[in-house]
């Protein structure tokens, strides 16, 4: 060998474990040894809606909440002679990645008057695909506020497991859901 090629080997047997490094480097899916985080997402709404409009929860899902009384409008009291809106939104929570993903879901329906949240409906449905498994669901709960109050939030969680193919330790966690309903029309979660 030359010393030129000599060179030109030693040169690129050192590029090698740099270019390995930065393909480990630049998150290769596959390297994953640990479930992702869940994140919790509007996935729609708040958007406005009739008080008729408003969906019964489905009985298969598990149970509803319901409280107060979705009417168009509420008699004058602090707030004078105040118009009724009715609201309708999806969020979720969950680790979704390469390997699959798993998700509560909360359906909420809800009325205020600006002032008062005067009505609520929550109920939760669920997905899983992939490596995650849904091992266990709980809620939905009321948590805070109440009807009469400016807010009114639900509260669920779910437990689940992360088994991937390329990994044989399988490992579990939690995805906790809790959405805040605003008397005009605005979530937080």
């Known amino acids: 060998m030359t010393v030129n090629r000599l060179a030109a080997v030693i040169a690129a047997s050192a590029l090698v474990p740099a270019a390995a490094a930065s393909a480990a480097s630049a998150g290769n899916p596959h390297a994953q040894t640990q479930p992702s985080a869940s994140v ?3 996935v729609s709404g708040p958007t406005p809606i009739k ?27 602090d707030c004078g002679a105040c118009i009724q809106t009715c609201w309708g939104a999806t969020t979720r929570s969950g680790p979704s990645d390469w390997s699959g993903s798993v998700f509560i879901y909360q359906h909420l329906y809800w009325c ?14 669920y997905s899983q695909n ?17 009807i009469g ?14 088994s991937p193919p390329l990994i044989s330790i399988p490992q579990s966690g939690t995805s906790h859901l809790d959405t805040t309903m605003y008397a005009y029309g605005v979530l937080a979660y």
Not at 53 to 73: E, F, K, M, S, Y
Not at 117 to 124: C, H, K, L, M, N
Not at 135 to 146: A, K, L, Q
Request: proline share 8%; charged share 5%; aromatic share 12%.
């Open 40 to 42: 919790t997402t509007l």
């Open 51 to 77: 008080p008729s409009a408003i969906p019964v929860a489905p009985t298969a899902d598990g149970p509803a909440l319901n409280a107060g009384t979705a009417i168009a409008a509420t008699p004058a009291g």
């Open 112 to 125: 205020g008057n600006g002032i008062r949240v005067t009505y609520g409906s929550a109920w939760q449905s």
């Open 130 to 146: 992939g490596s995650y498994r849904l091992d266990s669901t709980y809620g939905p709960w009321w948590s805070g506020g109440c």
């Open 149 to 162: 109050c400016a807010s009114l939030r639900a509260s669920g969680y779910i437990l689940w497991n992360w």
